[in-house]
């Protein structure tokens, strides 16, 4: 993308091959300076990181342990690894890793081992992770391990809690890697296809001189980008097969520019090395899987949202797996995300339950699928009653992300609703709570939930859920104020008294707190009967 302003701006580098240019690199500093503040409202990331997607991930590797072990009994004897590079929040490793266990002990299946890897080029998400409170009963058990892993080099993957390296004489069972929205994040080389001759895309990059600080650009999104071409010399890589994936791009497409995701194959190269060559990877991104869709296409541009990124050639990546010995299933187009499997040194077709699982939770109604629907739900949910709205969280499998968005409409439906309904949503509120996963800056469900309970006059579970939310969202007006109407209609009104008093030392000016101390201090005398219903309609 190119971008023109007034301001005078500074070469920062000219016909670079765009994998090595500085572009990559401040993308890797971007993420280590914004680390766990990159998810807040800066890089998209609910469409990889969600429950529903999660529990796909957990089906088809739980399918896929079930395949393996049948086949290789002795595989039980050795941990199943699990890397997810590029972890980003966390939040799609703590409801998979979730999914798993739940999983696996639905299915007695407590001989098999599994270890999460949450791994990520950078030291200072990691610090995030471990001290996660959700994560906390996953680390404990050895469920979860952490590593710092750069994708573009080849340096040891060291778990960071149990001291071990990934390696061959570690992964003696295929090492399954989860990659989302990573291979848009790391290098591509691009090219054109332009009347039958195959040209390479060199990249100089500007910026306005007020976007430096240190020679360094502030905001990425002010780089100008400007491309130039130059004709591709033959085997351009020292490796046949991605030079095979050329030279049908050169022979088959018409007229294009497209990338190839050269920093990725680095990554698979060098896991399919430290793996035996047996590999299972996921990998939810948005990108082109055909080579129709790789065709008419003008040069490639990078999509800012704090860091950025570029599409996925999930064509070539699938050309790789199958012309090395592996197997790749790619689904069929959908708008948007596309969720792609490739395996090195196995084959889909003699794993049948995988290869199952793959075509219900993929080809099936996918996590694309998934997200097209709670698009329009989050667009609309001021239309939908509250039947809709619970099959709807039914569906994101009690998301809190969702609930988040649609509490006030939720609340507001409460007095009319069905009581089925509310009772269904009532039973279903403690997954809510389980898939807390707190993230700086968001609102807490925990009190949400608590606000729930409290509409539907369900007084204790109300209490027990504003109790919880306390150390996220510390003392405040509002939810002194909540815990204080629950005492009182738990018939508790000394412990109410308490916290209307705390509820009107944070905040002064609150009229009802005073009224409420100064009836229920009458009521301690034994004055005032009256009054009581005045009261209940102030809730
Ligand atoms: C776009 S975010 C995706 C995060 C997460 N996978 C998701 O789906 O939300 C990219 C993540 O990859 C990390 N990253 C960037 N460059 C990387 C590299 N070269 N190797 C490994 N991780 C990298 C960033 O720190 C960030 O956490």
Redesign the pocket.
Known sequence: MTQHTNSPSVLLEENKRLSESAL?RM??EY?DKESIN?WVNQ?P?YI??NPFIAHCYAQIVVNFIIDWTEKHPEAKQHTFYIL??????GR?SFFTIKALVELLAALNMHDIRICYVMS???RN?INYYEKHPALQPYIEKNLIDFAI????TDKPITLLRQHIHLYPKTLQNPLIVFA???F???SHDAFTVHEKKLYELLISLKTETANLEGNRPVNLEKLETVYHIREAKPNYYSDPVLNDILAQYKAELHESSLLFPI?SFHAIKYLKKISNDKLLIISTDKGYSTLKSLDYHGHPSLSFHG?F?MMVNFHALAYYFKNTGGDAFLQTARKGIKTSIFCAGLNLDSLPRTHQAVQQYIEGFSPSDYFTLHRRVSDSFTECDLDTIASHMHLTRWDPHMYLKIKNRIISLVPEADPETLEFMAANMPKLAEHFYHLPKTECVLFEIGVFYHAIKQYQEALDYYEKSLPYIGEQFSLCYNIALCYHQLGDNEAALLQFKKARELNPDSKESEEWITYLEKQGDGEGEEGEEDKEEKE
Not at 84 to 89: Q, R, V
Request: net charge negative; no cysteine.
């Open positions: 990559w993308q890797r993420f990159a890089v990331f990889t990181s997810e590079p590029g972890t980003g929040s799609f990520d080029v950078t998400n892993y750069n994708m573009e989302n929205y990573i848009d994040t790391i920093g860091s990124s």
